[in-house]
């Protein structure tokens, strides 16, 4: 098989048109939607679905009730499973464990590249979807995960790949559009021409292949409406939450998972930064209900799959606790919500449950099958 980072440099436009899906094959989509949401950057079931400790209240007081509730996910313990952000969210999108290589030369390293499709990749290749609805929002410092887009799997791959929408991807854009304009002060075109090469070096890979017209022109009306100088648009997780929204109304996906990631910051020893990262996404995830709850086309026709990657060590005599790489049991304990048209209502999951059945579940709720998937669908879910 030809090295794949070989294969996108050759791959020209043209040899990318007969690789699309074919739309006589693939049969037309009419839903139910999923969002798919990382609950992201590593939370322990204390500070997020515990009745009392919670600092996600919404998800916990509201959307739980209305939906099925898995208390007790886990990611199990396997030699080699490393309890960590882009590991868990592999897992959540393969269905799999370990499903993933190093991506790499020195330039990439730590940067993990799935080796099993995904689920956009086995959505792209049951239906007539195009990639700009089925969307990955991500982080802004998380450049790595630039490559969950597509696996290695030699009969998915790149013709069924899901878009990205993150700030690294925006940057892109921009810059080589005041470059292509040409029409900027001299010190804004060097200014220009030095983050383009910068984030070029960063992630090779990060325009090969271009994106669509579809997410050039969302990006074209971002910049219009937040301009150039970054000071004006949300961070953080706000942004994936901004970027999400925008694309629910723009792009209208299908498939969406947006990867938070905030409460990682933790990492640095604030525990208020990690509590506070959990609020904020709970209010984004409020903000997405809403959101599709206003909108007729997703009303009443979108899923809700709500997960972490990953849980945390549950240790206080470490020297800076919250970690979680060390292989902790509640480093392995995490939990699912689902709520949306095909859930159970008001339904407690109560027993462990893998975290390989997510993939499978959502394969389940949108006519698909993950056929490389090892988990099993949580049928009790499926109504
Ligand atoms: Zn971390």
């Given at each position: 098989?030809?090295d794949?980072?070989?294969?996108?440099?050759?791959?020209?436009?043209?040899?990318?048109?007969?690789?699309?899906?074919?739309?006589?094959?693939?049969?037309?989509?009419?839903?139910?939607?999923?969002?798919?949401?990382?609950?992201?950057?590593?939370?322990?079931?204390?500070?997020?679905?515990?009745?009392?400790?919670?600092?996600a209240?919404?998800?916990?007081?509201?959307?739980?009730?209305?939906?099925?509730?898995?208390?007790?996910?886990?990611?199990?313990?396997?030699?080699?499973?490393?309890?960590?952000?882009?590991?868990?969210?592999?897992?959540?999108?393969?269905?799999?464990?370990?499903?993933?290589?190093?991506?790499?030369?020195k330039?990439?390293?730590?940067?993990?590249?799935?080796?099993?499709?995904?689920?956009?990749?086995?959505?792209?290749e049951?239906?007539?979807?195009?990639?700009?609805?089925?969307?990955?929002?991500?982080?802004?410092?998380?450049?790595?995960?630039?490559?969950?887009?597509?696996?290695?799997?030699?009969?998915?791959?790149?013709?069924?790949r899901?878009?990205?929408?993150?700030?690294?991807?925006?940057?892109?854009?921009?810059?080589?559009?005041?470059?292509?304009?040409?029409?900027?002060?001299?010190?804004?075109?060097?200014?220009?021409?030095?983050?383009y090469?910068?984030?070029?070096?960063?992630?090779?890979?990060?325009?090969?292949?271009?994106?669509?017209?579809?997410?050039?022109?969302?990006?074209?009306?971002?910049?219009?409406?937040?301009?150039?100088?970054?000071?004006?648009?949300?961070?953080?997780?706000?942004?994936?939450?901004?970027?999400?929204?925008?694309?629910?109304?723009?792009?209208?996906?299908?498939?969406?998972?947006?990867?938070?990631?905030?409460?990682?910051?933790?990492?640095?020893?604030?525990?208020?930064?990690?509590?506070?990262?959990?609020?904020?996404?709970?209010?984004?995830?409020?903000?997405?209900?809403?959101?599709?709850?206003?909108?007729?086309?997703?009303?009443?026709?979108?899923?809700?799959?709500?997960?972490p990657?990953?849980?945390?060590?549950?240790?206080?005599?470490?020297?800076?606790?919250?970690?979680?790489?060390?292989?902790?049991?509640?480093?392995?304990?995490?939990?699912?919500?689902?709520?949306?048209?095909?859930?159970?209502?008001?339904?407690?999951?109560?027993?462990?449950?893998?975290?390989?059945?997510?993939?499978?579940?959502?394969?389940?709720?949108?006519?698909?099958?993950?056929?490389?998937?090892?988990?099993?669908?949580?049928?009790?879910?499926?109504?």
């Amino acid at each position: 098989m030809m090295d794949r980072r070989t294969f996108n440099l050759g791959l020209g436009a043209a040899a990318l048109g007969t690789m699309l899906p074919n739309p006589v094959r693939a049969q037309g989509y009419t839903g139910p939607n999923v969002i798919l949401v990382r609950f992201g950057g590593g939370v322990r079931r204390a500070e997020t679905i515990g009745e009392a400790t919670t600092f996600a209240p919404y998800l916990r007081h509201v959307l739980a009730p209305r939906g099925t509730f898995v208390p007790d996910m886990r990611i199990a313990q396997l030699d080699g499973v490393d309890t960590s952000h882009a590991e868990g969210t592999l897992n959540l999108l393969t269905g799999r464990y370990l499903a993933y290589r190093d991506a790499g030369s020195k330039l990439l390293q730590d940067r993990l590249e799935p080796t099993e499709p995904t689920l956009f990749e086995y959505l792209r290749e049951a239906f007539d979807i195009p990639s700009h609805q089925a969307l990955l929002i991500n982080g802004e410092d998380r450049p790595q995960e630039e490559f969950f887009t597509y696996g290695v799997n030699e009969h998915y791959g790149i013709a069924f790949r899901s878009e990205m929408l993150s700030l690294h991807r925006f940057k892109l854009y921009k810059n080589a559009a005041i470059l292509a304009e040409g029409t900027a002060p001299e010190a804004a075109m060097a200014a220009a021409q030095e983050e383009y090469a910068a984030l070029m070096a960063a992630d090779p890979r990060a325009i090969s292949p271009d994106q669509s017209p579809e997410v050039t022109g969302f990006w074209e009306r971002w910049r219009a409406h937040y301009g150039d100088d970054g000071f004006r648009n949300p961070r953080g997780d706000r942004l994936l939450t901004a970027l999400a929204v925008r694309a629910l109304a723009e792009l209208r996906p299908r498939l969406m998972m947006v990867n938070y990631q905030d409460p990682d910051y933790v990492h640095w020893g604030n525990a208020s930064h990690y509590t506070r990262a959990i609020q904020v996404i709970d209010e984004g995830l409020q903000r997405l209900v809403e959101v599709v709850e206003a909108d007729p086309f997703y009303r009443e026709n979108t899923v809700f799959v709500i997960s972490p990657d990953c849980g945390r060590d549950d240790n206080a005599l470490m020297g800076v606790p919250f970690q979680h790489h060390f292989n902790s049991r509640s480093a392995h304990e995490t939990w699912a919500v689902l709520y949306g048209p095909g859930v159970a209502r008001g339904a407690v999951l109560d027993k462990p449950v893998d975290q390989s059945a997510v993939a499978p579940t959502v394969a389940a709720l949108m006519g698909f099958r993950a056929g490389q998937a090892e988990g099993d669908a949580l049928e009790e879910v499926l109504t």
